[in-house]
């Protein structure tokens, strides 16, 4: 057991805001307590509402870097509460609910709503080439590089870190994000997927699609699932560039 | 898709309307403009900076341009069609490139405080290559219109003249800064953009080509300065002949070389 002065006390800084109470302005609202080994900043709000504060509000579920729900600004640069290590950051933290999705409050926001908007506009969805639903058919056979490429672009888990990390979206709120072009690129790998390029230019070939990103490249630097989206916007661009 | 212009004539003509494929040329042509203009700024700055070779080096290279050792004679019309053409891509490059930029004050103090807080250096670059391109409307514009209307006032004398005696330096110096950082930044964000160079690393290319670029941007800047010093130091030795053209000893009939 270390001596107790090696402890660090964190100070917690968090933007308190609830859109239900708009009498109540927002505020920094600032925590102490005492670091632990291995902490997560998930352990330390669930720590904070526990013992100081059960008003504060924040979204969390898998606690392992999955479910995608924990997003927050932490720093100034977005990431996943449970995936972040107080170990990692200096004794003052300050956290601020992402940016660009609507506000539930405190730490909380409705990327749901976002993302489900994204999709349906995107069609982010298999578009089978067989409109015929036959359950007895065998699945078209792939490729098992293929599948790991479709596979590697799926481990997205709509956290929404690059929207906020991203200058365009927070400039024009009409972008797609990288979220939503990592779904076309990899819905335009999947052979069971019958749209063609010049279906995909539909959806994304315009200002608020592929040729709205300015390749600043925080989403690809920030993804806490390290997707390669540098790779997949670019890729993504010289396709839809093809239908010029 | 109703939320697209093309959606939006479907729903009011009732009629299929293909997605528009101009901002797919749009994107094109301001990749395709801006690397010419990055390619042509590096040959420019190794062409003035020949004069820190000698002054017959600078004299034989604007020489060059203008034809004399192809047609026996100058002929600085063909520099003018050159600087037109510049200055026709720069205007396009200009047009093309204000689409990514803020719309309004709102916009720009949004993007403003992302990047502060971010603190992410791609962002950063971002904000500073608009910076530098909003000057360069003035700055490279100032420039092209001068030499466009004085294409014969090119030499190691006559620059000279124009750096220190017309105090371009001071313009020039703006200039410098503004195009390198705006060049170099550039050429950057297309290679990460188009994906060229990505290799099987792309974080690891992204990288090499940060340090390539700072590189290239740091030999620039230095380069420049030393160029713009050289002018200066020639401009303050020539005052007093002001409008005298440098002619090298081995010409043997200077008049040829005459505007």
């Known amino acids: 057991m270390t001596a107790s002065t090696d402890v660090r006390r964190l100070r917690i800084h968090v933007l308190r805001y609830n859109p239900a109470e708009p009498e109540k302005a927002a505020r920094i609202q600032t925590y102490e307590l005492d670091e632990a080994e291995g902490m997560t900043l998930f352990i330390v709000l669930s720590e904070l509402r526990e013992k100081h ?28 509460a449970c995936r972040t290590l107080t170990a990692e950051l200096p004794a003052d933290i300050t956290l601020a609910p992402l940016p660009t999705f609507e506000l539930i409050g405190d730490l909380s926001v409705n990327t749901g709503k976002w993302m489900r908007e994204m999709t349906e506009r995107l069609e982010a969805w298999v578009h089978a080439k067989q409109q015929e639903v036959d359950l007895r058919r065998h699945e078209e056979h792939m490729d098992p590089d293929l599948a790991d490429e479709v596979y590697e672009l799926d481990r997205c888990i709509e956290c929404g870190c690059c929207v906020a990390a991203c200058g365009t979206a927070h400039m024009r709120t009409d972008f797609v994000g990288a979220v939503g072009l990592n779904k076309v690129a990899r819905f335009s790998l999947d052979p069971r997927d019958g749209r063609t390029d010049a279906d995909m230019y539909e959806l994304v070939g315009n200002d608020d699609g592929v040729f709205g990103c300015m390749s600043l490249l925080a989403c690809n630097d920030l993804c806490p699932k390290e997707l390669p989206l540098q790779s997949q916007i670019a890729y993504l661009r010289r396709r839809m560039a093809k239908q010029a | 898709m109703t939320n697209t212009l093309a959606g939006r004539l479907a729903v009011n003509a009732s009629v299929p309307v293909q997605a528009s494929r ?31 070779i000698s002054q017959d080096a600078m004299w034989t290279i604007t020489k060059l341009f203008e034809g004399y050792f192809f047609f026996g004679r100058s002929y600085p019309g063909i520099v003018a069609v050159i600087i037109a053409l510049v200055f026709g891509l720069f205007i396009l490059h200009a047009g093309l490139a204000l689409r ?22 791609d962002t950063t670059l971002w904000y500073w290559q608009v910076m530098t391109g909003f000057a360069l409307f003035f700055l490279a514009t100032a ?7 004085h294409p014969g006032n090119i030499g190691p004398f006559a620059s000279a003249d124009r750096v220190w005696g017309d105090n371009f330096w001071i313009l020039y110096l703006f200039l410098l800064f503004a195009v390198e950082l705006h060049g170099g930044i550039g050429l950057y964000r297309l290679a990460v953009k188009w994906g060229v160079f990505e290799g099987d690393d792309p974080a690891a290319s992204r990288r090499k ?16 300065l030393a160029t713009l010093a050289a002018y200066v130091k020639i401009g303050m030795a020539h005052e007093d002949q002001r409008g005298e053209r440098y002619t090298p000893a081995w010409v043997e009939h200077p008049e040829e070389h005459a505007p």
């Open chain 1, 53 to 80: 504060d059960p008003s504060l509000q924040f979204d969390f579920v898998c606690r392992a870097g999955v479910c995608g729900s924990c997003g927050m600004v932490v720093n100034g640069q977005p990431g996943l």
């Open chain 2, 22 to 52: 101009w901002p797919a040329r749009l994107d094109l042509a301001q990749s395709i403009s801006g690397l010419l203009l990055a390619l042509f700024m590096w040959g420019h700055m190794l062409f003035v900076s020949s004069i820190l």
């Open chain 2, 100 to 121: 990514k930029f803020p719309a309004n004050y709102r916009q720009y103090a949004l993007f403003r405080h992302h990047m502060r807080g971010m603190k992410h250096e």
């Open chain 2, 209 to 224: 080509l940060r340090t390539v670029k700072w590189t290239i941007t740091a030999f620039l800047i230095v380069l420049g």
């Open chain 2, 143 to 149: 420039h092209l219109w001068w030499m466009l209307t």
